[in-house]
């Protein structure tokens, strides 16, 4: 095999050569460490590459693997979206609050890919702390998308979703509050997982709104990215709200025989304004897909649909406004030189170090949380939560998954919606609902439009439920026989 | 729904923020159009719904009272902006 080829691997099929003895984890951390190297420029996906640590842990990999005590993901080069702490390496989280911070600490889900053998070869760009949908909101660079360099990669977590398709590392850890893993992945053609709230660690993970954030995985197919949530999933008594529940090997749950498994189509997702024709084509065909593999597609109804959009954008800013009160420039962090006194420090240090969608959601959020507007914002959101939990807990007495287009459109050109914040926000309608509920979900890619930009199809499952939502994202897969199809010299318009 | 200048002015205050005179209705606005899309929860009726401010049921998570492992004073100054004597400073407080 040629070492052009190895970044172009799966993790499963890494493995059987890393286990084969038939590659090295050296070799196949050069060849992504030199991947990075010729896409960099034009794709804009990191903002740390860690060729040291990289090598160095390729290094113990390949001894692990010699004397037959290798980890789970042994040799795998693996990056981490910003926002989660590496001891020793500078954690930015796209912000210029944070641009010097360096952690004294492993995240939970670090410490987990550090002992599977796992090959860290960098850390990636987002939206500043993980607000926004496109990664313009970085505030280092933009990240371009690797099938249309003039298009956005989604975001928040578009680092990881680039990195992965761009063959940039063979899978990427992101983070997903309304849908930062999932729309990203459906812009650029790979998988990606939210899993349950509360299945992942989030201890390291830096907090935008804790009762919504969950760390997961981005990668090639659906086994690779069952194979990365078995490593990292798990209760930590270092985060209070993990679950203290078995975390099944989800790479042995999958399997295409999925019939007389039922899927929801919800009546209120196909009717919403704004959708994509070819989106709408391209769900069509993938419910009839699931049909002709044995399952059954039936109509459900999530009445609360209209509402999740607004109520998200109250909750999710105001525990972010509480969240972000932290960065004060005194503990860690920027601290503005210009400032006298210390409540001039305050203000200075935040106003110079916070970018304008950030401060935007601040403001919002302590809007919501403020006297007089408690009642009517916040806890009236907070209500319209419990009804939209009921929903998908009614939704999930008719069905075992379901099904939705991921994101309305494709990807969208840089600086379309920028300027407009409904618009941006109306990127998540389809997928911030399951942060709400606290359900898993997973974005599959399903097909590609006439301009040859993936399309992404979402399954939420209830609670817990991760092994049917990759059984029935595996099997998917299978059927609709779309993997493989990258970003390549073919397409006259991607790299 | 209209937010003002003031109201603005007011919030970023909240949130120690300073908010340029030339940013002021540039926020108003985007706050504005996004407190109207809001205003379509007022019509729903949730009387008598409890306020869900947690995605999953989780009791109190107890542990025991132990000494576990922490950051030692020297790793946890690593990051400030300024120290001294082992310890944060700050600018003077009291005039």
Known sequence: MKQSDLCGLSIHGAQNLLCGREISAAELTEAVLEQIRAKEDDIGAFITVTEEIARRQAQQADEALKSGKAGPLAGIPIAVKDLICTKGVTTTCASRMLADFVPPYDATVMEKLNSSGAVMVGKLNMDEFAMGSSTENSAFKPTRNPWDISRIPGGSSGGSAAAVAADMCLGALGSDTGGSIRQPASHCGVVGVKPTYGRVSRFGLVAFASSLDQIGPLAGDVEDAAIMLSVIAGHDPRDSTSADRPVQDYHSCLSDDITGMTFGIPAEYIGAEGMDPGVRGAFERAAETLTAAGAKCVEISLPHTDQALAAYYLIAPAEASSNLARYDGVKYGFRSREAGGLKEMYNRTRSEGFGPEVKRRILLGTYALSAGYYDAYYKKASQIRTLIQRDFAAAFEKCDIVLSPTAPTPAFEIGEKIDDPMQMYLSDIFTLSANLAGIPGISVPCGFTQNNLPIGLQMMASHYAEDTLFKAAYAYEQAAGIKGRKPGPGNSQGL | ?95
Not at chain 2, 1 to 10: A, D
Not at chain 2, 65 to 89: I, M, Y
Request: aromatic content about 4%; glycine content about 4%.
């Open chain 2, 1 to 95: 729904m209209k937010i003002s200048r003031e109201q603005v002015q007011h919030v970023a205050e909240l949130a120690r923020l300073d908010i340029r005179e030339t940013d002021l209705d540039r926020f108003a606005r985007d706050l504005g159009d996004i407190l109207e899309h809001a205003e379509s929860l007022g019509r729903v009726d949730t009387t008598d719904v409890f306020p869900t401010s947690h995605a999953v049921e989780i009791c109190n998570a107890f542990r025991e009272d132990a000494v576990a492992g922490h950051l030692e004073r020297k790793d946890a100054l690593e990051n400030a902006p300024e120290s001294e004597q082992g310890s944060f400073t700050v600018p003077r407080v009291i005039e």
